[in-house]
């Protein structure tokens, strides 16, 4: 994607490369895609707060919901929520609810996409949704694990915000690597042309969260 569209991409699994002082700030963006639990160590955590805080660009796709659930300047970079449980993976219908966004531009209003649909708690909060899931495109009572307590009638699963400084764009979809890889994938070119979006705004690459 990033040699597609112009943008150099670093990838790493070793959180290290996080934790000394003033390693983010070359970047306009860093992605946490599906990353799992407690992911960082002290000098991580301060590095990623103080790149925000610095006015950089965040983008946390799928499990990076799942991820640092006691730091709760994490949870509020996520739009004050995170992960709670999720049915399983399924057809549902996608609703973009703002097309004005960059990373919304040109979708359709509606469009298919499988995923797990992360419910998610507390709801998020000050912040502006991209798109929604249709819950009744889902099979019945298929999406909400033992006490969840519920979307209502609006379930979220992308949004972005400005946040303690910086920049963040948010989304709960993304499980599948097939979205990548394999062009049927139900609704994978438009999660590919969010996706993007939402990575080249978080740079400042173009307009954010507009």
Same mark, same amino acid.
């Given at each position: 994607?990033?040699?597609?569209?112009?943008?150099?991409?670093?990838?790493?699994?070793? !959180?290290?490369? #996080?934790?000394?002082?003033?390693?983010?700030? %070359?970047?306009?963006?860093?992605?946490?895609?599906?990353?799992?639990?407690?992911?960082?160590?002290?000098?991580?955590?301060?590095?990623?707060?103080?790149?925000?805080?610095?006015?950089?660009?965040?983008?946390? !796709?799928?499990?990076?919901?799942?991820?640092?659930?006691?730091? %709760?300047?994490?949870?509020?970079?996520?739009?004050?929520?995170?992960?709670?449980?999720?049915?399983?993976?399924?057809?549902?219908?996608?609703?973009?609810?703002?097309?004005?966004? !960059?990373?919304?531009?040109?979708?359709?209003?509606?469009?298919?996409?499988?995923?797990?649909?992360?419910? #998610?708690?507390?709801?998020?909060?000050?912040?502006?949704? #991209?798109?929604?899931?249709?819950?009744?495109?889902?099979? %019945?009572?298929?999406?909400?694990?033992?006490?969840?307590?519920?979307?209502?009638?609006?379930?979220?699963?992308?949004?972005?915000?400005?946040?303690?400084?910086?920049?963040?764009?948010?989304?709960?979809?993304?499980?599948?690597?097939?979205?990548?890889?394999?062009?049927?994938?139900?609704?994978?070119?438009?999660?590919?042309?969010? #996706?993007?979006?939402?990575?080249?705004?978080?740079?400042?690459?173009? %307009?954010?969260?507009?």
């Amino acid at each position: 994607m990033g040699q597609e569209h112009g943008f150099s991409v670093d990838y790493t699994e070793d !959180v290290t490369r #996080l934790s000394s002082p003033g390693r983010l700030f %070359p970047y306009n963006a860093v992605i946490f895609y599906s990353t799992s639990r407690d992911t960082l160590d002290d000098a991580a955590q301060t590095s990623l707060r103080q790149y925000i805080r610095g006015g950089g660009g965040f983008v946390g !796709v799928h499990n990076a919901f799942g991820t640092e659930y006691n730091w %709760p300047w994490y949870e509020g970079l996520l739009g004050g929520t995170n992960y709670y449980d999720h049915g399983h993976n399924q057809e549902a219908t996608v609703q973009t609810l703002d097309r004005r966004d !960059v990373s919304t531009a040109g979708l359709p209003s509606r469009w298919t996409f499988s995923d797990e649909w992360y419910n #998610l708690v507390p709801f998020p909060s000050k912040v502006r949704f #991209l798109t929604a899931v249709d819950e009744k495109t889902m099979a %019945p009572g298929s999406n909400d694990g033992p006490g969840h307590p519920g979307h209502g009638d609006f379930h979220p699963t992308t949004w972005c915000q400005y946040y303690d400084g910086g920049r963040a764009w948010l989304t709960t979809m993304g499980h599948d690597a097939k979205i990548f890889t394999d062009s049927s994938y139900p609704g994978a070119l438009e999660f590919q042309k969010l #996706l993007l979006g939402g990575i080249e705004s978080a740079m400042g690459k173009t %307009p954010f969260c507009r």
